[in-house]
């Protein structure tokens, strides 16, 4: 921290978001401000301090493990963008493979 | 008096009195959305047909206004953003299902900032809410339809929720009372994900009684949400029965009041405030927080960062936008995303992404959930001393719409809201004055966790002390 830059480029690569060129010139000051001002916590003095993880101190919370009625399968299908009988329909995943 | 300018208390007691029924009540709104609704913008969609069906087989419900990331069964859900256009709801989310269970109904979609980002529902995809007591102005956000739809009379009550201000913010500039419960009071199934170690659904109603009321129905334990504990309910209701300001502490945290960006005049209407419940009773003690001006940065790195995991859902696979230029299964999200999201949402997504990215972990996600601590146990130990705390709720009243260019600036009205939302205490706006424009303005008081009984005390006594705050409607 302290003076880092944030790379907006790259970053939204590992987001999986494209952007414009516009997008990018936008963005790269806007996350810059506001990069440089979450680096305030960087002043407080962490040492020997648990994180937060929550709202409030969670234990697991288990239940029975049986089997139960879930969403049904149409429903569950029905806001699919594309769709081959019960299955999700995508562009081919592996190089080289049939589609 | 018209059926739509009745609370949920009135509403009930009319249907107890067999006065009118739920279908009167569902078809008064229902005018009223149709005389008003095109200058305000506070509803995207409402199944007018729908509702009366649910008004007709529930002749006692009261009907609620929806904000659109709550997902009731066979109803749109598009969370203010055109990612979700034509996305139907497959099931109801628990509080939907507590709703039905307990006397009301939902009725209509209400606007919001994209994914509950923001401060104006500025950053709806979808459509421009405005203030219903000046049109020029913003209604706050990101719950800014729903504030927009109380404020105005455009229902009887509805549900907000809460992030980082998203319901007390919105409450404050809309003459509404808006309670963000405790982290796990209420659960979160079927509402759409933002920060999900901050989100709460909570009430956004015409007084406080209706909020109890209405908190009452929502909250409770849910198997389906894991941070909801058993912790009884409390008749909240019955609770507030009563409230008086006589004896209770209540913390005024000097670095709330020490801000540059104060507005004057709420300054002057929370110092007002302070002095009605010091006139009512209340012991004033002057308390701190001294981690309190960090709680933006924090909040700025967690916030942003489960954001950027939970949206990660939305790549066109199995719902929601899908690209059509897509030509393989990377371009498909980065595309899909790309056409789908909106500006602020995707600033939050690299945001997100980059606190959480190798190398930067470390210094800014671990180490703001180490400053949350710190801040959760300012307020633990604040708790030990006082009762509540009462501190100004959003630093101006409502600004223009268009007048927040800046992100950076626009965040900045969430500086009083945020840090309970870190601690995961609960707390509320309340209406508290006028500023010589007429524009409302609200105070906040905070309770400790699962304080929501003490809470509701103190703002209804308070309520009771300010009387009704009048300010002239635009519509």
Do not use: W
């Not at chain 2, 203010?80 to 109904?105: M, Q, R």
């Not at chain 2, 100004?392 to 268009?402: D, M, N």
């Not at chain 2, 945020?418 to 010589?436: K, M, N, W």
């Amino acid at each position: 921290m302290g003076g880092t830059k944030i790379d907006v480029a790259y970053v939204s690569n590992l987001a999986r978001l494209e952007l414009t060129d516009e997008e990018k010139a936008v963005f790269q000051p806007q996350l810059e401000s506001i990069v440089k001002y979450v680096e305030k916590i960087s002043e407080v003095d962490v040492e020997g301090v648990e994180p937060m993880m929550h709202g409030r101190p969670l234990v697991n919370a288990f239940r029975e493990d049986v089997v139960r009625p879930s969403l049904d399968r149409e429903k569950a299908l029905g806001n699919a963008p594309k769709r081959v009988g019960d299955e999700f329909l995508l562009p081919k995943i592996v190089e080289g493979a049939e589609s | 008096m018209e059926l739509f300018e009745l609370g949920i208390k009135g509403a009930q007691e009319g249907l107890a009195k067999g006065e009118f029924t739920s279908v009167d009540i569902v078809r008064s709104v229902i005018d009223r959305v149709h005389a008003v609704n095109e200058k305000v913008g506070a509803y995207l969609t409402f199944d007018e047909e729908g509702a009366i069906r649910l008004a007709e087989a529930n002749p006692k419900a009261v009907p609620i206004a929806i904000k659109d990331l709550i997902n009731v069964e066979g109803q749109p859900c598009t969370c203010g953003s055109k990612i979700l256009k034509g996305y139907v709801s497959p099931y109801d989310a628990t509080v939907v299902k507590n709703l039905k269970a307990n006397g009301f109904i939902p009725a209509g979609r209400v606007n919001m900032d994209e994914f509950a980002m923001g401060s104006s529902t500025e950053n709806s995809a979808l459509a421009v809410t405005r203030n219903p007591y000046d049109l020029g102005r913003v209604p706050g956000g990101s719950s800014g339809g729903s504030a927009a739809a109380v404020g105005g009379d455009l229902c009887i009550a509805a549900l907000g929720t809460d992030t980082g201000g998203s319901i007390r913010q919105p409450a404050s500039f809309c003459n509404c009372v808006g309670v963000k419960p405790s982290y796990g009071r209420v659960s979160r199934f079927g509402v759409t994900a933002f920060a999900s170690s901050l989100d709460q659904v909570g009430p956004m109603t015409k007084s406080v009684e209706d909020s109890a009321i209405l908190l009452k129905a929502l909250a409770g334990h849910d198997e389906m949400d894991g941070t909801t504990p058993h912790d009884p309910v409390p008749d909240y209701v019955a609770e507030i029965k009563g409230a008086t300001l006589k004896g209770v502490k209540i913390g005024l945290p000097k670095e709330y009041f020490d801000v540059s960006g104060l507005d004057a005049e709420v300054k002057r209407i929370t110092e007002e405030s302070v002095k009605r419940c010091a006139d009512a009773g209340a012991e004033i003690v002057e308390v701190s927080l001294p981690h309190t001006e960090y709680a933006m940065a924090v909040y700025y790195i967690i916030a942003p960062a489960e954001a950027s995991a939970n949206l990660a859902r939305f790549d066109g696979v199995r719902y929601g936008h899908r690209s059509e230029k897509a030509t393989d299964v990377l371009s498909l999200y980065m595309k899909s995303r790309a056409e789908g999201f909106g500006p602020e949402v995707k600033r939050r997504i690299i945001m997100g992404t980059y606190v959480l990215s190798s190398g930067y972990y470390d210094a800014y996600y671990g180490r703001a959930q180490k400053v949350r601590t710190l801040i959760k146990r300012d307020f633990d130990e604040v708790f030990g001393k006082v009762d509540a705390l009462i501190t100004p709720c959003a630093p101006t009243p409502a600004f223009g719409l268009g007048e927040l260019q800046n992100p950076l600036t626009m965040y900045l009205n969430d500086l009083f809201t945020i840090p309970s939302a870190l601690a995961g205490v609960c707390a509320a706006s309340v209406p508290a004055g006028a500023t010589a424009a007429g524009l409302p303005v609200g105070v906040q008081f905070i309770c400790g966790g699962f304080e929501e009984s003490k809470l509701l005390k103190v703002c209804k006594a308070f309520e009771d002390a300010t009387g009704r705050v009048e300010c002239r409607r635009a519509i």
